[in-house]
């Protein structure tokens, strides 16, 4: 069984400043950093691969040639596959830490013997790792498509609608209000395209592509403060292209003009 070693202080991975890229670190490495409070746990992941989370106490200092790196920095800077390798040590993480506690009766909850899971040893209440569902939707119109902003966004950046799946709701329900909900329009021809894992902390991104059908763009003013049709040619600032949101803009473009090159631009955003 391999074993690989991620640490975590203050939700930010811990990065050996000499390594290119922050891989998972080996045994030697971890027990030189780990301090006796230091919270560890160890997960089968399922792929052959035993992992070691280790969360350091928020103000132990880090060694000389260590830094803290938050982990939405590294989207697209390092390959897919290692970035959802941090992704899974920080869900995993994340949900360790926020249920210590049963739910149900307050006892304090241990490791199941079998599964990847916490056992309240006094309710028996089993608490698996959550994963939160949600939508992310392009709305195109002729040629043009709704990006919209929320006040949270970064630099005057625009992208698409998404919003988290309700009890009871099936992901087009969703799709349906939550377009409703924050512009006042009606969709169509609603189409899948994929899914991403988005580890903050823990959603599952399905994306979709859907046709305005009528209403006239009427933001909510609370999760979205602008919303406009943009032609390709006249595009915001929109997400980079390892996101989901960037990947279904570029998609829908390269898709309706059968070539990548209007993209250029937009490649270092």
């Not at 506690?101 to 199941?112: K, P």
Request: glycine share 6%; net charge negative.
């Amino acid at each position: 069984m391999t074993k690989k070693y991620y640490i975590f202080q203050k939700n930010k991975v811990v990065n050996k400043i000499s390594k290119p890229m922050p891989l998972p670190f080996t045994a030697t490495e971890q027990e030189s950093l780990c301090t006796e409070s230091s919270l560890q746990i160890r997960i089968q992941a399922g792929d052959d691969q035993d992992m070691v989370i280790t969360e350091l106490p928020e103000r132990f200092p880090l060694p000389p040639g260590y830094e803290l790196v938050p982990l939405r920095s590294l989207l697209g800077v390092i390959n897919d596959r290692l970035f959802k390798q941090w992704g899974k040590a920080a869900q995993l993480l994340h949900w360790y830490t926020t249920n210590r506690y049963c739910g149900s009766c307050g006892a304090q909850t241990i490791d199941h013997a079998e599964e990847p899971a916490r056992l309240c040893p006094n309710c028996e209440t089993i608490k698996y790792p959550q994963v939160s569902p949600c939508i992310i939707v392009l709305i195109h119109h002729h040629d043009s498509i709704l990006l919209a902003r929320s006040p949270r966004f970064p630099n005057n950046m625009y992208s698409t609608l998404a919003g988290f799946v309700e009890p009871g709701e099936s992901a087009e329900e969703c799709l349906h209000r939550e377009i409703y909900e924050e512009v006042r329009l009606y969709v169509d021809n609603i189409r899948y395209f994929t899914s991403q894992s988005w580890p903050f902390p823990g959603q599952l991104m399905l994306g979709f592509f859907a046709e305005y059908v009528s209403g006239n763009i009427t933001v909510d003013g609370i999760e979205i403060c602008d919303a406009q049709w943009y032609k390709h040619n006249n595009l915001p600032v929109i997400p980079g292209k390892d996101t989901l949101a960037g990947q279904l803009i570029r998609h829908h473009f390269t898709r309706k003009f059968h070539d990548s090159s209007w993209i250029t631009s937009q490649e270092d955003l």
